[in-house]
């Protein structure tokens, strides 16, 4: 057991959601998982994560908050063949929603299973039945309505069973005013109406209703919205409906902060909640991989498929060749983006986070990606192109913010103290916003779109581990030098010293076995490699070296080289541009929860320095509440060392200067943890007179924070969150 890696235990309350159904063939890494090409994960969206939930909604909303709680959906997937198993196991006080496959070949066992390990708390959904049947199963329902009624009718039982004292329920929405529910026509809206209801306990009750019965007035009203959308293809119109569905949610946690109902461990943390942005990008290189895996009646159209969308979500494609290459792209887009909404709609449950879907980008971004494709990369970022490198960058997230963001959006992201999760294979980070790149004021984590199936498991390993950095962190912490080579030789005696002072374990691995041999024998909570990286064009993957000898993403997960914590000080590790899956994914697929990569090459001398920082950094960090969580940290770390590689370059050239003297230095990191400083301090050093940004390679938007490293607090901060939050 790594150090603070523990199970996560819901509530007694807590509703348990399993899908069941055959294991299925792998897809392609940009097809979405067999398994929720279906209506489970829009089902589940209906429904609450816990039985208290349905009588004062808003009461749970401010425990989970009040006790600093990551409280998502207990979702799990249990294949047939190992149903039983589980069921054997399963705790018999909670309640559990079993989804059904009535396509699976072995539906008959599956049934049989069910029945004998039934009981009261247990309630049945079976769906893709093409049959009309009557119910096969005790406590079957027949949609979300008649599950909430069952929970409803039966309440005295089930508190019973469930072992927790009674307390009566009934059902109540806890906001009132006009039109706070009105459902939205455009889809990428309704991931946060669901939302919301789901807060505010506004659940629906009764027989199921038949979806595919759409009245007159919904047919004219999203005819109307759809005209007026293809009228005005570059407005933000739409983006505008998002937005305030998102403030809705944003409404309950600004509630709790100006109600005072939560007490802030630091005045500077942020009070509302990660908000979780979904930029859906359609990746050139996967048009070499068409021939493979792919279902036979998309084959022959995939070709055609070219996903983009303008600023008003309007598509962008050439015409299709007929009406069936038209329905076979059509399908795979709305395939893909039901499940990246309904995906993002699950991450949201940690937090309650409101979720904002921008325009899909596609062909129109690519001649300003390929300035950053792993063959060019080492040209961009040559010391001579130090400014063109920033440049480049500059003017990519330019283009990205005009594409995606309305003034509104802007606004909103610009002027709120918040962390950002991204669900994007595009480098969100380099978002200008004013001129500033996002990730110079904001803390920014992201979920690599490609491969799809990450997207799922990256939300399974949260939901069913939680991890806090412990106080001794750096006693479970594992420095891998991987390259015997001169230039990142002459750091090692350094980072020893630093390493030996904290208790750090130091390895030299100049082979993959040696480097297996270390992580058995360690166990790491953190794990630093500190080696070459790759590209390996023929499978558009990352790899990284250990002497000679070549790690590849299946040899990671072949051998299960991972931690909760991985920092990757490694050259163009999951490059953004030219690959399809990257080493970095393979991290998540043995248990690692937040992965610190490279989009471009580093310098081995600042790629060294900024990781011994990291060490020094981690030793305060870990004993005093600075940080909330792994993001914070992290992302901290990076801005620091844009800013103090300015000082250091403007020092040597001016030791004289009190502009550039370390007091200056010292003064600007300790306003950079303030989130409503960091704009007013890159403006000072990119438009005066002293130290300036542009004189060094912006390494600092080199890498990415790859997972929820949101949701991975420290063991200090959640001790002083609890003391000060009593409950």
Same mark, same amino acid.
């Given at each position: 057991?790594?150090?603070?890696?523990?199970?996560?235990?819901?509530? +007694?309350?807590? #509703?348990? &959601?399993? @899908?069941?159904?055959? %294991?299925?063939? /792998?897809?392609?890494?940009?097809?979405? *998982?067999?398994?929720?090409?279906?209506?489970?994960?829009?089902?589940?969206?209906?429904?609450?994560?816990?039985?208290?939930?349905?009588?004062?909604?808003?009461?749970?909303?401010?425990?989970?908050?009040?006790?600093?709680?990551?409280?998502?959906? +207990?979702?799990? #997937?249990? &294949?047939? @063949?190992?149903?039983? %198993?589980?069921? /054997?196991?399963?705790?018999?006080?909670? *309640?559990?929603?079993?989804?059904?496959?009535?396509?699976?070949?072995?539906?008959?066992?599956?049934?049989?299973?069910?029945?004998?390990?039934?009981?009261?708390?247990?309630?049945?959904?079976?769906?893709?039945?093409?049959?009309?049947?009557?119910?096969?199963?005790?406590?079957?329902?027949?949609?979300?309505?008649?599950?909430?009624?069952?929970?409803?009718?039966?309440?005295?039982?089930?508190?019973?069973?469930?072992?927790?004292?009674?307390?009566?329920?009934?059902?109540?929405?806890?906001?009132?005013?006009?039109?706070?529910?009105?459902?939205?026509?455009?889809?990428?809206?309704?991931?946060?109406?669901?939302?919301?209801?789901?807060?505010?306990?506004?659940?629906?009750?009764?027989?199921?209703?038949?979806?595919?019965?759409?009245?007159?007035?919904?047919?004219?009203?999203?005819?109307?919205?759809?005209?007026?959308?293809?009228?005005?293809?570059?407005?933000?119109?739409?983006?505008?409906?998002?937005?305030?569905?998102?403030?809705?949610?944003?409404?309950?946690?600004?509630?709790?902060?100006?109600?005072?109902?939560?007490?802030?461990?630091?005045?500077?943390?942020?009070?509302?909640?990660?908000?979780?942005?979904?930029?859906?990008?359609?990746?050139?290189?996967?048009?070499?991989?068409?021939?493979?895996?792919?279902?036979?009646?998309?084959?022959?159209?995939?070709?055609?498929?070219?996903?983009?969308?303008?600023?008003?979500?309007?598509?962008?494609?050439?015409?299709?060749?007929?009406?069936?290459?038209?329905?076979?792209?059509?399908?795979?887009?709305?395939?893909?983006?039901?499940?990246?909404?309904?995906?993002?709609?699950?991450?949201?449950?940690?937090?309650?986070?409101?979720?904002?879907?921008?325009?899909?980008?596609?062909?129109?971004?690519?001649?300003?990606?390929?300035?950053?494709?792993?063959?060019?990369?080492?040209?961009?970022?040559?010391?001579?192109?130090?400014?063109?490198?920033?440049?480049?960058?500059?003017?990519?997230?330019?283009?990205?913010?005009?594409?995606?963001?309305?003034?509104?959006?802007?606004?909103?992201?610009?002027?709120?103290?918040?962390?950002?999760?991204?669900?994007?294979?595009?480098?969100?980070?380099?978002?200008?916003?004013?001129?500033?790149?996002?990730?110079?004021?904001?803390?920014?984590?992201?979920?690599?779109?490609?491969?799809?199936?990450?997207?799922?498991?990256?939300?399974?390993?949260?939901?069913?581990?939680?991890?806090?950095?412990?106080?001794?962190?750096?006693?479970?912490?594992?420095?891998?030098?991987?390259?015997?080579?001169?230039?990142?030789?002459?750091?090692?005696?350094?980072?020893?010293?630093?390493?030996?002072?904290?208790?750090?374990?130091?390895?030299?691995?100049?082979?993959?076995?040696?480097?297996?041999?270390?992580?058995?024998?360690?166990?790491?909570?953190?794990?630093?490699?500190?080696?070459?990286?790759?590209?390996?064009?023929?499978?558009?993957?990352?790899?990284?070296?250990?002497?000679?000898?070549?790690?590849?993403?299946?040899?990671?997960?072949?051998?299960?080289?991972?931690?909760?914590?991985?920092?990757?000080?490694?050259?163009?590790?999951?490059?953004?541009?030219?690959?399809?899956?990257?080493?970095?994914?393979?991290?998540?697929?043995?248990?690692?929860?937040?992965?610190?990569?490279?989009?471009?090459?580093?310098?081995?001398?600042?790629?060294?320095?900024?990781?011994?920082?990291?060490?020094?950094?981690?030793?305060?960090?870990?004993?005093?509440?600075?940080?909330?969580?792994?993001?914070?940290?992290?992302?901290?770390?990076?801005?620091?060392?844009?800013?103090?590689?300015?000082?250091?370059?403007?020092?040597?050239?001016?030791?004289?200067?009190?502009?550039?003297?370390?007091?200056?230095?010292?003064?600007?990191?300790?306003?950079?943890?303030?989130?409503?400083?960091?704009?007013?301090?890159?403006?000072?050093?990119?438009?005066?007179?002293?130290?300036?940004?542009?004189?060094?390679?912006?390494?600092?938007?080199?890498?990415?924070?790859?997972?929820?490293?949101?949701?991975?607090?420290?063991?200090?901060?959640?001790?002083?969150?609890?003391?000060?939050?009593?409950?």
């Amino acid at each position: 057991m790594h150090g603070r890696l523990t199970y996560r235990y819901g509530q +007694r309350s807590s #509703i348990y &959601y399993v @899908l069941v159904m055959d %294991e299925q063939p /792998k897809t392609r890494s940009f097809i979405p *998982p067999v398994e929720f090409q279906n209506e489970i994960l829009r089902f589940l969206s209906y429904l609450p994560k816990d039985i208290m939930q349905i009588s004062d909604s808003l009461t749970f909303y401010e425990l989970i908050q009040c006790n600093a709680l990551d409280d998502p959906y +207990r979702f799990h #997937i249990k &294949y047939s @063949l190992n149903l039983e %198993e589980y069921l /054997k196991f399963m705790p018999v006080n909670r *309640p559990y929603l079993f989804f059904v496959d009535m396509q699976s070949v072995h539906q008959h066992k599956v049934i049989e299973l069910l029945k004998k390990h039934h009981t009261d708390l247990r309630f049945y959904y079976c769906f893709a039945d093409k049959k009309s049947v009557p119910n096969i199963l005790p406590n079957q329902i027949d949609g979300p309505g008649r599950f909430m009624q069952y929970l409803y009718e039966k309440q005295e039982a089930l508190f019973s069973l469930m072992g927790v004292p009674y307390q009566p329920l009934a059902p109540e929405t806890a906001i009132g005013w006009p039109n706070f529910y009105e459902f939205p026509d455009f889809v990428p809206a309704q991931v946060n109406y669901r939302i919301a209801n789901s807060i505010t306990g506004n659940y629906y009750y009764g027989e199921a209703k038949d979806e595919k019965a759409i009245t007159e007035d919904q047919i004219l009203a999203h005819s109307q919205a759809s005209g007026d959308a293809q009228k005005d293809p570059h407005g933000f119109a739409r983006q505008l409906l998002i937005i305030e569905q998102a403030d809705k949610i944003d409404f309950f946690a600004e509630t709790c902060f100006d109600e005072k109902l939560i007490t802030q461990v630091n005045e500077i943390d942020p009070f509302l909640v990660p908000l979780i942005l979904v930029v859906p990008f359609q990746n050139p290189d996967m048009k070499d991989l068409l021939s493979e895996g792919i279902r036979s009646e998309y084959k022959e159209h995939l070709s055609e498929l070219d996903f983009e969308q303008t600023e008003n979500y309007i598509h962008l494609a050439k015409p299709p060749k007929n009406v069936k290459a038209f329905l076979a792209g059509s399908n795979l887009i709305g395939i893909k983006t039901q499940y990246m909404d309904d995906v993002a709609f699950l991450h949201s449950s940690f937090n309650s986070s409101p979720v904002i879907r921008l325009p899909g980008q596609g062909k129109t971004m690519y001649r300003s990606l390929s300035f950053f494709h792993s063959d060019a990369a080492g040209r961009l970022i040559a010391p001579g192109n130090r400014n063109k490198t920033l440049k480049t960058i500059q003017s990519f997230g330019q283009q990205l913010r005009r594409r995606t963001l309305s003034q509104e959006l802007t606004e909103k992201i610009r002027e709120e103290n918040r962390q950002l999760v991204a669900i994007s294979d595009l480098p969100v980070e380099w978002m200008d916003i004013d001129g500033i790149p996002l990730a110079f004021t904001h803390d920014v984590c992201r979920l690599p779109e490609t491969a799809l199936h990450g997207l799922m498991a990256n939300f399974v390993s949260h939901e069913q581990w939680q991890y806090w950095v412990p106080q001794d962190i750096l006693k479970k912490t594992l420095v891998v030098f991987g390259s015997d080579e001169p230039a990142f030789r002459k750091w090692y005696p350094v980072v020893q010293m630093t390493g030996e002072k904290h208790g750090v374990v130091m390895k030299e691995c100049f082979s993959i076995d040696a480097l297996r041999q270390a992580i058995a024998e360690v166990k790491p909570d953190l794990l630093i490699i500190d080696s070459h990286g790759g590209f390996d064009k023929a499978d558009k993957t990352s790899v990284l070296y250990f002497g000679k000898e070549r790690l590849t993403g299946d040899l990671v997960v072949k051998l299960g080289i991972s931690a909760p914590l991985v920092f990757l000080s490694a050259c163009s590790t999951a490059p953004t541009y030219g690959t399809i899956d990257t080493i970095a994914n393979a991290f998540f697929e043995v248990g690692a929860l937040s992965v610190t990569t490279t989009y471009l090459p580093i310098g081995v001398d600042s790629g060294s320095v900024l990781y011994i920082r990291m060490l020094n950094n981690l030793a305060t960090a870990s004993i005093s509440p600075m940080h909330q969580n792994w993001l914070a940290f992290v992302s901290h770390l990076l801005r620091t060392s844009a800013v103090g590689a300015a000082y250091r370059h403007y020092y040597g050239k001016h030791p004289d200067d009190p502009l550039g003297a370390p007091q200056a230095q010292a003064d600007d990191y300790t306003y950079l943890q303030s989130f409503y400083h960091r704009r007013k301090i890159y403006q000072k050093l990119t438009g005066g007179t002293g130290p300036n940004l542009a004189a060094a390679i912006p390494e600092y938007l080199f890498y990415s924070i790859l997972g929820r490293a949101d949701l991975i607090k420290f063991e200090i901060w959640i001790d002083k969150f609890r003391e000060a939050n009593p409950v």
